[in-house]
């Protein structure tokens, strides 16, 4: 490379290291002028202006945070503050064939603490007609289900209607993202650890825990639901 295209080189990487510190400033000025969901942003000359750099710099920052849901432009007002919706990059990103083995234990470890930590959502919100559902689900389960390492349907149903009784939306978001990635390590050998022993709460055990127990005995006996898969972690 010759020294023009060693400047040019040089020239571009100040231009993109400027812009990724004027994407923080104007997140920082955001908060500093108290700008809510809808308020109206000052236009790029204004913005370049406060922060003492070019309107191209500045026009570069906003596209990325337009890109990350944390602006819009919008018809007769200008470009405006939004409320992003905080799971849809993770969303379009969660393809657990291409996350490496670091990444998928992560996820597999945070659906395990997620599903024991939500116990007091789930009792202050649930209802006995939920319980009978859950119960009706149980039923259709097979038999020696205690047994059993992973079954993707059950895990679906039973899982997912908790979550849903729980009414914590981003949990329930969670839950349809995190589970692929769980069943995609439990079938990818990436835990190597044995089972000891295999028996453990089932579903059925956990929907009468729900009847007639509280969150801390549910807690223990989510606890003891996912023992082993615990046991393959550690």
Do not use: C, W
């Not at 994407?23 to 922060?51: C, H, M, R, W």
């Amino acid at each position: 490379m010759d020294y023009a295209g060693i400047q040019s080189n040089q020239k571009e990487q100040e231009q993109l290291t400027l812009v990724d510190k004027v994407e923080t400033d104007l997140l920082n000025f955001f908060q500093s002028q108290q700008y809510k969901a809808g308020d109206v942003i000052p236009k790029e000359v204004e913005l370049a202006t406060q922060l003492s750099v070019s309107r191209t710099v500045v026009r570069e920052a906003l596209l990325r945070l337009r890109m990350r849901g944390l602006i819009e432009s919008r018809k007769k007002r200008g470009t405006v503050i939004t409320n992003p919706d905080l799971l849809s990059l993770l969303e379009k990103t969660m393809h657990p064939g291409i996350l490496d083995h670091e990444t998928l234990r992560d996820i597999f470890e945070l659906r395990l603490v997620l599903e024991i930590g939500m116990a007091d959502l789930l009792f202050e919100r649930i209802t006995q007609a939920d319980i009978d559902e859950l119960y009706a689900i149980v039923a259709e389960e097979p038999v020696n289900t205690e047994q059993m390492l992973f079954d993707t349907a059950q895990e679906v149903r039973f899982h997912g209607k908790l979550y849903d009784i729980a009414g914590n939306e981003t949990l329930r978001r969670f839950q349809r993202m995190l589970l692929p990635a769980f069943e995609y390590v439990h079938r990818s050998g990436l835990l190597k650890k044995p089972v000891q022993h295999r028996k453990f709460v089932s579903h059925r055990g956990l929907v009468d825990v729900i009847q007639h127990g509280n969150p801390e005995t549910f807690r223990n006996a989510m606890r003891n639901h996912f023992e082993n898969h615990f046991q393959r972690l550690f």
